[in-house]
C-alpha cells in the first residue's frame, strides 16, 4: 500500500503535502512546530488535519506491519498463495487482514480440532464436494474406528460436520458480506432486566432502531446502561437472507444425500460461530465510532472553553459558595497574585448576612474589587441573591459572573495546587482557581484534568487512552496558539507548548527562579535538557515581554530574525518601532510579495505571517472570541415565562442540542431542531462553548428544573 496516496485520498490534501508532513513528523517535529513555521512546505495545512494525518499514519503504518506478520505465519505454515499473498496486501482494513488470517491463526482445542485429530477431513471433503452416490451416513461408516475414538457413523458425520462449520466460519469473504449485512440491515435492541424499576435509562426499556441509523450518544447510553446491569442489549441480524447467501454460496450441486446435511452444518456454522462474533464486532464497530464522534465533540467544546478571552485589568474576587462550611472568598489581582482570603458566612444553617456583606464592602474597598466570579456549585444560588443586594448598597461599579466551577475541587486537592499553595487548604485554592479562570481560562484550566472539566458527554464510558490523547492535543494546539509568556507561565502551561515535556517545563521554572527573568529567548538554551532540537520547537511560541530584542514577544520563529532584520532595512523601519505597538501599514509597504520573499530567503507564506506579526506583535486569538456576559441583577426560574427573550452563554454542546446558561443556575437545552431554520447533522456546525446567543422560552418545569429553549426567536 502506498500510505502517502492513501492518506492524500484519505483527507483530500495534494500528495505533496501529505508527504512534507509525514516526513516533519518522522523528524519529530511536534504538530503545533509544524502548522505554525512549516507552512511552505505543507502548503497550510492545520493543526486539526495535521492531527488527523498523524493519527490514521500510526494506523495506516500498524496495518502495513500487521501484514507482514501475518505473512510471515502463513508462509512459515507452507500455506501461502500468491491469490492469498495479493488478497493481504491490497487489504484496507486491520478486519479485513484478520479475517484473511483467520483459517491459518493457532487455534485453541475446538470441536473441529478434535474432529481433525480423529481422522474426519477426508469424510469433510467428500462431503463438501457435494457427489454422493449413497446417504452421507452410510459413507460416514467407513470412518467409524475404535482406536481413533469414533464409535457411530452418526459420531463421523457430526465431527465432518463440525470441520465444515469451522471451514465455513473462516472463510473471509463470507464474513464481509455478513458484516455489511448486519451493518446495513440489523436491528439495535435493548430491553429492561427488570421492567418495573424506574431508571435513567426507562426510554431504552423496550427499544429498537436500524444499525445504521443508531446515534453516537445512544449508542453510549446503551453501553453505559448494559454494564450497569439494567439493560440487555442485543443486535438482531437479517438472517434468513444471511443463511439464503450462504446456502447459494455454499451448496453448489444438488445432491439429494448432502444438501440437507449442509443446510444444517450452514445454519450451525452461523448461530454458534459467525453471529457471535460478528455481533461482537458491531457492536465495537459502533462503540467506536460513537467514541470517536463524543471525543470530536469534547475536543471541540474543549477548544471553545480553551479559547474563552480573559477578562483583564480586573482585581476579580474568586468565590467558593457553600452552605455548613461558608462561602471561601479568594481576592486575585489583575496580574493573578492572591492578595487576601476570607471565609464569610451568609447562607443557611449560619445566615450571617450583614456580616458577610460588611467583610465584602471592606474588601472591595481595600482592593479595587471590580468583578466578583462565583462558583456554580452548592449554595451558587443563596450567594448571587447576597451579591445582588450588595450591589444595590455600594457606590463602586461592580459586576459579577457565575462560572463553571467544573474541576476547581479536582485541582485544589491536587499536587500541583499543594505546591503552588501549601499554605492555602482546598477550599481556599478552589476559591483562587475560580477567579483566575476568569482573568486568563486557558493559564487555569490547562491545570486541570481535560476530562473533569465538564464538557464532555460519557466521557468515562471511553476508551481512556484515546480520549486522553486527543483531549492532550487539543490542550497543547490552544496554548501554541495563544503562546506563552516565558517569564510568567506555570509549569503546567510551559508543559504544552511544542517540544518541551514536564521535566523541562519544571527545569524552566527553576532556572527563572534562580537567574531571574529571561532577557532573551537565547537563554532557554541554558536550561537544563533542553537541547537545540527542543529549542527549535519551543522559541517561536515562548514570548518575553520588554527583552532586549522586540521580535521575542512576537510569534515570529528565531530562524527568521535575519530575514526580519532584511525586511525593516529595505521597508526603512526601526526594530525598536515595535515597542510602540506595532508597524502599521507595513504590509500596504511591502508590495510584490512574492519577489520580495525570494530576496529574503523565505516563503510568501512565512513573509505574510512575519508581515502580520509586526504589525500586531504577539497579537492574542482569543480577543476575537464573545466576551462572556457580566450581571449586576439576578433572575430565578420561577422568574421564567414561555415566550421570553434571553441572552445567554452555549455551556457545553452534545449530539442531540446545546446547554445554554440564561443566568437562573439550570442551563436550559437547545434541542438540534430548535437551533436554526437549515438542516444541520450536529449542532457544532451552528453553535459553540462560549458563544452568546439569544434565546426564547418555550417551557419551564421547576419540578424538574428542566427548561427548554429556542434560538428560532417567534
Not at 495506516?60 to 495479493?86: F, S, Y
Not at 496558539?481 to 507548548?497: F, K, M, P, Q
Not at 505597538?581 to 520580495?596: D, Y
Not at 434565546?695 to 428560532?712: E, G
Request: aromatic share 6%; with cysteine; charged share 30%.
Amino acid at each position: 500500500m502506498d500510505i502517502i496516496e492513501a492518506l492524500a485520498q484519505e483527507l483530500h490534501i495534494k500528495k505533496g503535502q501529505a508527504e512534507a508532513a509525514v516526513g516533519l513528523i518522522d523528524e519529530g517535529n511536534t504538530i503545533p512546530f509544524i502548522a505554525r513555521y512549516r507552512k511552505e512546505m505543507t502548503g497550510s495545512l492545520n493543526d486539526e488535519v495535521l492531527r488527523s494525518l498523524d493519527e490514521r499514519l500510526k494506523y495506516l503504518r500498524n496495518l502495513e506491519e500487521r501484514k507482514r506478520q501475518v505473512l510471515e505465519t502463513i508462509e512459515e505454515q507452507g500455506a501461502l498463495t500468491k491469490e492469498l499473498e495479493e488478497q493481504i496486501l491490497a487489504a484496507a482494513t486491520l478486519v479485513l487482514v484478520e479475517d484473511l488470517y483467520r483459517p491459518y491463526r493457532p487455534k485453541r482445542r475446538t470441536r473441529a480440532t478434535v474432529a481433525k485429530e480423529k481422522g474426519l477431513m477426508p469424510l469433510a471433503d467428500v462431503v463438501m464436494l457435494q457427489m454422493l452416490k449413497q446417504p452421507a451416513l452410510l459413507e460416514a461408516e467407513q470412518y467409524v474406528s475404535e482406536e481413533k475414538g469414533v464409535g457411530t457413523a452418526e459420531e463421523a458425520l457430526a465431527g465432518a460436520g463440525d470441520i465444515l462449520a469451522e471451514r465455513i466460519s473462516d472463510e473471509a469473504d463470507y464474513r464481509t458480506y455478513i458484516r455489511e449485512a448486519t451493518m446495513g440491515k440489523g436491528i439495535l435492541k435493548s430491553q429492561a432486566k427488570k421492567p418495573e424499576e424506574k431508571t435513567v435509562y426507562e426510554m431504552y426499556y423496550d427499544y429498537e432502531e436500524p444499525v445504521k441509523k443508531a446515534a453516537g450518544h445512544r449508542i453510549l447510553a446503551l453501553n453505559r446502561g448494559e454494564k450497569e446491569k439494567v439493560l440487555t442489549v442485543r443486535v438482531e441480524a437479517p438472517e434468513e437472507e444471511i443463511l439464503r447467501y450462504l446456502k447459494k454460496k455454499i451448496i453448489v450441486r444438488d445432491n439429494p444425500y448432502t444438501t440437507s446435511f449442509l443446510e444444517e452444518v450452514i445454519a450451525d456454522s452461523y448461530e454458534r460461530l459467525i453471529a457471535p462474533a460478528i455481533e461482537r464486532e458491531v457492536r465495537n464497530t459502533l462503540t467506536e465510532a460513537a467514541e470517536a464522534g463524543a471525543v470530536h465533540v469534547f475536543g471541540k467544546n474543549l477548544e471553545q472553553l480553551l479559547m474563552q478571552p480573559p477578562i483583564v485589568g480586573h482585581v476579580v474576587l474568586g468565590w467558593d459558595p457553600a452552605f455548613r462550611t461558608g462561602c471561601k472568598l479568594a481576592v486575585v489581582d489583575a496580574t493573578g497574585k492572591v492578595l487576601d482570603t476570607v471565609v464569610i458566612y451568609p447562607t443557611a444553617p449560619q445566615n450571617k448576612v450583614e456580616e458577610a456583606k460588611r467583610v465584602l464592602k471592606g474588601l472591595i474597598q481595600k482592593y479595587g474589587i471590580t468583578l466578583i466570579s462565583v462558583g456554580n456549585g452548592t449554595a451558587s444560588r443563596e450567594s448571587e441573591q447576597v451579591i445582588v443586594s450588595l450591589l444595590k448598597e455600594i457606590p463602586e461599579k461592580v459586576q459579577y459572573i457565575i462560572v463553571n466551577e467544573a474541576g476547581a475541587s479536582v485541582y485544589s486537592a491536587s499536587k500541583l495546587a499543594t505546591e503552588e499553595f501549601p499554605d492555602f487548604d482546598v477550599a481556599q485554592r478552589s476559591a483562587v482557581s475560580i477567579a483566575r479562570r476568569l482573568q486568563d481560562p486557558l493559564a487555569e484550566l490547562v491545570k486541570i484534568d481535560p476530562k473533569s472539566i465538564g464538557v464532555g458527554q460519557y466521557q468515562h464510558d471511553m476508551n481512556q487512552k484515546n480520549l486522553d490523547e486527543a483531549l492532550a492535543g487539543v490542550v497543547e494546539d490552544c496554548v501554541n496558539r495563544v503562546g506563552v509568556d516565558l517569564n510568567t507561565a506555570s509549569a503546567s502551561l510551559l508543559e504544552y507548548i511544542s517540544g518541551i515535556s514536564k521535566a523541562v517545563a519544571k527545569n524552566i521554572v527553576t532556572y527563572r527562579e534562580e537567574n531571574g527573568r529571561f532577557e532573551d529567548r537565547r537563554q532557554l538554551l541554558k536550561v537544563a535538557k533542553l537541547g537545540p532540537k527542543a529549542y527549535e520547537q519551543c522559541a517561536g511560541f515562548m514570548r518575553i515581554q520588554g527583552g532586549k530584542n522586540p521580535l521575542d514577544a512576537t510569534a515570529v520563529h528565531p530562524e527568521s530574525y535575519g530575514a526580519v532584520d532584511a525586511l525593516l532595512e529595505k521597508l526603512g523601519y526601526e526594530k525598536e518601532q515595535m515597542k510602540a505597538g506595532g508597524l502599521c501599514g507595513i504590509s500596504k509597504k511591502a508590495v510584490q510579495k512574492e519577489k520580495l520573499a525570494k530576496e529574503l530567503g523565505i516563503g510568501e507564506i512565512t513573509l505574510e505571517d512575519i508581515l502580520k506579526e509586526l504589525e500586531k506583535p504577539a497579537r492574542d486569538p482569543r480577543d476575537e472570541m464573545p466576551k462572556p456576559i457580566l450581571r449586576t441583577d439576578v433572575m430565578e426560574m420561577e422568574d421564567l415565562k414561555p415566550g421570553m427573550v434571553l441572552k445567554g452563554t452555549v455551556r457545553n454542546v452534545i449530539d442531540f442540542g446545546a446547554f445554554v446558561d440564561i443566568g437562573v443556575h439550570q442551563d436550559g437545552l437547545v434541542h438540534i431542531s430548535q437551533i436554526c431554520d437549515r438542516y444541520i447533522k450536529h449542532p457544532l456546525e451552528a453553535v459553540s462553548v462560549g458563544d452568546i446567543v439569544e434565546v426564547q422560552v418555550m417551557s419551564v418545569d421547576v419540578s424538574r428544573k428542566r427548561i427548554q429553549l429556542t434560538m428560532k426567536i417567534q
